[in-house]
């Protein structure tokens, strides 16, 4: 079975600053994706980012990019120039690439940034 | 629409009441799933559909749940004789076919307050 566990329950910034969150993941298999989403108070489930296993870059979007080590497991997220906006839960997440598998969240990590 | 929607938005039920909350995933999406999220938790998984046919429901987590998706498009889930641990918001989540390749979009969810 397939685990993800975010360690860090809350963490905050200031505005201008960058900040990294954990996340490390269990299996057995090869070929997954991993994710990070953003969920606001409105409880929309946000993609940010998304990794396929068998790539060895580093997925960037804009303002956020992973750290993917595949032999550690670990996936962290990197949010550069945080903006108050970027207040939100944030959930790792797996999932096999197999059709039907269901995305395994993390219990997520709660971010403040503030000014 | 061009989003999952979900409704209603907020549900109030007294316990042993039966509650239905509804999905309408994205117009052609095959999969569909639904997760249970708790206050200040991930979300976890409680099925999978495929068009209409219910692949998975492993992660239903008693025989007082149900879900259908009769048609392939629209679903619902059925929750009978509500308890209080019931209480949660229930996303529903579609995506084009089942793996990791297409993203997966979240509705709003449905925060069921069981009192």
């Known amino acids: 079975a397939q685990t993800v566990t975010q360690s860090q329950p809350e963490m905050s910034v200031q505005e201008a600053e960058t900040v990294t969150l954990s996340c490390t993941y269990d299996?057995?298999?090869?070929?997954?994706?991993l994710f990070w989403y953003k969920q606001p108070p409105s409880r929309q489930m946000i993609l940010v980012i998304r990794?396929?296993?068998?790539?060895?870059q580093n997925a960037t979007e804009n303002r956020f990019s992973v750290n993917f080590q595949k032999a550690a497991k670990s996936f962290s997220l990197k949010i550069s120039d945080s903006q108050l906006g970027d207040t939100a839960m944030y959930f790792c997440?797996?999932?096999?690439?197999?059709?039907?598998?269901?995305?395994?969240f993390g219990k997520g990590t709660t971010l403040s940034v503030s000014s | 629409g061009a989003g999952v929607s979900q409704s209603p938005r907020y549900k109030v039920a007294k316990r042993g009441q039966d509650v239905a909350l509804r999905c309408d995933p994205i117009?052609?999406?095959?999969?569909l799933f639904w997760y249970q999220q708790a206050l200040g938790q991930g979300p976890e998984f409680l099925t999978y559909?495929?068009?209409?046919?219910?692949?998975?429901k492993s992660g239903l987590p008693s025989d007082r749940f149900f879900a259908e998706r009769p048609e392939g498009s629209v679903s619902t889930l059925k929750i009978q004789r509500t308890q209080q641990e019931d209480s949660a918001v229930y996303l529903c989540?579609?995506?084009?076919?089942?793996?990791?390749?297409?993203?997966?979009?979240f509705g709003n969810g449905t925060r069921l307050t069981v009192t």
């Open positions: 997440a797996f999932k096999l690439n197999q059709a039907g598998t269901a995305l395994i």
């Open positions: 299996t057995s298999e090869n070929n997954y994706y």
């Open positions: 989540a579609s995506s084009l076919e089942g793996t990791g390749a297409t993203p997966l979009h």
């Open positions: 990794q396929e296993a068998y790539k060895q």
């Open positions: 559909f495929q068009n209409e046919a219910q692949l998975d």
């Open positions: 117009s052609g999406h095959v999969s």
